[in-house]
């Protein structure tokens, strides 16, 4: 048998050490998915632009680290307002158009948005692999013989205190409350005099908001380029399914369930098989469960 | 008389203008000769695509002013190759349109494929300088020629490398090493790595402890595949990374104490790239890539007429860049000098004169740019031992060239590799 699989004492610190970082890369996972989780909750739209609000998140930290040597952790302060800014104009210009309109318009107008955004940022910045390397990049905790790298942890933890600061934000503030009416039942929030291209355009700010901190947090461990989105847009769908579409904490454990389907299959069967193990997962869920392994609210306005 | 003002300044824009537009030095050219060269100038791959651009502008102008091709001033029509369908149709247009009769690109194995096969149909000449795809000319098209070696010259020169220089400074024999494979999957990886395992165990008998492929574009954590390679223990990672992949590998071997002797890459993306040096700095210390020539190279160890091109278009790309040439520069410059020697050689751009030109030229190692020679197959691929590689390192920021010793003042440090913080 391979000696890298034969189970034994020298195995355990393996173990160990694969499960942290499972539970890292899944933060990390979490992070990325949580502003799609919001903006499909609520608003019932893919955004298959998710990925580029990712990337320029990315930018925003590369350009703040060259111009200022702007510690990435800094930057996200600002990259927070500064990006639910950028969603409430996107959702001006581009999504308060087709809000009512078809999926299939959907998904053309944010497919549209994502080529767009690339190709902005290839004709803007080049297509070179750049990096932020803060001066914490790549300083590591040793417990024992366990290694978290700072950066995971941090974004990791980033990841579950939005996702109950957004938890908590649905569940008891009137805005919160809104949002989950509208998401629930368009028309019959409408009817009760909320005003739903208002909860549209905060979503959406939100989500946007989130993305590109998180964007901004993931920029050390990453190189930015204009394709970069790519990179993480796939699997963040996959993430968002498994949770139940539009459920933020379920959207967390289907990060933490993504990473450890990753984290094992690349270790047993190696790296290639990875994409094939998640996907075989997303097709039985898909399947099975199609609200999410956890079941969603409101799954009727999706037909489901 | 504003009709006479009129004329005037007509007649005295035009030969403003005119003077402008004059060969400012070099030989006179009477007439121009256009070519088409297909890049991939935006999408994902554009980060290397507009520096080979930048190269054939840089030895267009070289080439002009030496007397241009066949008497004319040399003219490139830009195609922008962003993927496979676009090359194709590119390719068709700057031969439907434009009425170009050579075609020359492409960075990329995706592109290489398309392309040519449009040009084959049209009996256009295509003349490859840096796709890497060892199907590229097997396929018994008949006007189609590579410059570069192909990706299996690449696992050949590798292995060479491990087997007579790594191996004995090891303290090894060849068939003591243990290799883990570790490679992207792109037809590029793939083609290096096989080659490469078959040499080394075919005609070197070294242990394979691992060979594992994945693709680089969706590849968020390497820690896996660090922990099952602590395991195993190899001397030697043969590891083809494409950008992102080999930064993390390299960041989270140093973050899991991997320690190994050595790690041996090929080709311009990945460790190969700048970009991995502003990654990592120092911490890149002891990397080894197969490339074209880099800081350290011996002019003096080239023939004459090989000297003088190389030093003008070093000091061209020095010029334009302000750096030493990369090697998107320095494939797609030597291939279209390359192109040059055989169109003067052939004074026509016939398929046939010309594929008798380009089997009639043999020149030794040292004859051009990158220290190349020349010496074509019947399926129109220069020959692995002609189209010299050598092998870089990555030294305090920068990749210089440290084999085969006798073309270079630098020297391999680092072997075996030590403890990650040491290697200063």
């Not at chain 2, 008389?1 to 007509?10: D, K, Q």
């Not at chain 2, 920068?398 to 270079?408: C, D, G, R």
Request: hydrophobic share 50%; glycine share 10%.
């Amino acid at each position: 048998m391979d000696p890298a699989r034969r189970l034994g004492p020298a195995q355990i610190g393996v173990l160990t050490q694969l499960v942290v970082a499972t539970v890292l890369l899944g933060g990390i996972y979490a992070l990325i998915s949580v502003g799609l989780t919001l903006i499909f909750g609520i608003m019932r739209v893919v955004n298959f632009a998710h990925g580029e609000f990712l990337m320029l998140g990315m930018y925003l930290a590369f350009w703040a680290f060259v111009a200022f040597t702007a510690d990435p952790y800094f930057v996200v302060v600002v990259a927070i307002p500064l990006f639910f800014v950028v969603g409430l104009v996107v959702y001006g210009l581009v999504m308060r158009g087709v809000i009512h309109a078809s999926h299939n318009v959907q998904i053309f107008t944010t497919v549209g948005l994502s080529t767009v955004l690339q190709n902005v940022a290839l004709v803007a910045w080049s297509g070179d692999f750049r990096y932020v390397r803060p001066w914490h990049l790549s300083t590591v905790l040793r417990a024992g013989s366990t290694i978290f790298n700072l950066t995971q942890v941090v974004a990791s933890l980033i990841a579950v205190a939005l996702t109950l600061t957004l938890v908590a934000f649905m569940k008891w503030t009137h805005a919160g409350r809104v949002m989950r009416a509208t998401a629930q039942d368009r028309d019959a929030a409408t009817l009760m005099g909320i005003d739903t291209d208002r909860v549209y355009r905060l979503t959406f700010a939100i989500g946007i908001a989130a993305v590109g901190a998180a964007g901004v947090l993931v920029a050390p461990l990453y190189s930015v380029y204009p394709t970069a989105g790519l990179q993480f847009v796939l699997l963040s769908y996959v993430v968002v399914v498994l949770g139940g579409l539009g459920d933020m904490l379920g959207a967390m454990i289907g990060s933490l369930i993504v990473a450890a389907v990753e984290v094992a299959g690349s270790y047993l069967f190696g790296a290639a098989w990875k994409e094939i193990f998640y996907f075989i997962l997303f097709i039985l869920v898909l399947g099975f469960r199609p609200a999410g392994l956890f079941g969603q609210r409101g799954a009727g306005t999706l037909g489901v | 008389m504003p009709r006479l003002v009129f004329t005037l300044a007509v007649a005295v824009l035009a030969v403003v203008l005119g003077g402008e537009l004059a060969p400012v030095d070099g030989q006179a050219t009477s007439g121009e000769y256009k070519i088409g060269v297909l890049e991939p100038i935006t999408g994902p791959l554009a980060f290397e695509g507009k520096r080979h651009v930048q190269g054939l502008e840089i030895v267009r102008d070289l080439i002009n002013q030496r007397g241009g091709v066949m008497g004319k001033k040399l003219v490139l029509s830009m195609a922008d190759a962003t993927d496979p369908t676009a090359a194709a149709t590119e390719a068709n247009r700057l031969i439907t349109r434009e009425g170009v009769k050579i075609i020359t690109g492409t960075f990329s194995s995706r592109l290489c494929g398309a392309a040519s096969e449009v040009a084959a149909r049209h009996d256009v000449i295509y003349w490859e300088s840096s796709c890497v795809d060892p199907r590229f000319n097997k396929r018994g098209l008949k006007n189609v020629y590579r410059t570069e070696i192909d990706a299996t010259g690449f696992g050949w020169y590798n292995i060479e490398f491990i087997a007579k220089h790594l191996a004995p400074r090891l303290n090894l024999k060849p068939n003591q090493i243990k290799v883990a494979f570790l490679s992207e999957d792109s037809s590029y990886g793939q083609g290096v790595t096989e080659s490469a395992r078959q040499r080394a165990k075919s005609e070197f008998g070294m242990q394979e402890v691992m060979l594992e492929y994945y693709n680089w574009q969706t590849l968020n954590d390497m820690t896996p595949t660090i922990l099952k390679m602590k395991q195993l223990n190899p001397d030697v990672v043969h590891h083809i990374g494409f950008g992102n992949d080999a930064v993390l590998f390299w960041r989270q071997s140093k973050e899991q104490s991997f320690l190994f002797k050595a790690l041996v890459h090929a080709g311009a993306t990945g460790y190969g790239g700048t970009d991995f040096g502003k990654a990592l700095g120092n911490d890149a210390n002891g990397v080894f890539a197969l490339l074209e020539p880099g800081p350290g190279f011996r002019l003096e160890a080239l023939r004459p007429e090989g000297r003088e091109i190389e030093k003008a278009f070093r000091d061209a790309v020095q010029k334009e860049t302000g750096t030493y040439p990369f090697g998107a520069h320095q494939l797609a410059g030597s291939g279209l000098w390359l192109l040059k020697l055989v169109l003067d050689r052939a004074q026509s751009d016939d398929p046939e004169k010309f594929r008798a030109a380009v089997m009639s030229l043999d020149l030794p190692v040292g004859s051009m740019i990158n220290g190349w020679g020349v010496k074509f197959s019947e399926i129109g691929q220069n020959a692995n031992d002609r189209v010299q590689h050598y092998m870089l390192q990555w030294q305090n920021g920068q990749l210089v060239t440290v084999w085969p010793e006798e073309f270079t003042t630098l020297r391999a440090k680092w072997i075996p590799l030590g403890a990650w913080d040491q290697r200063k």
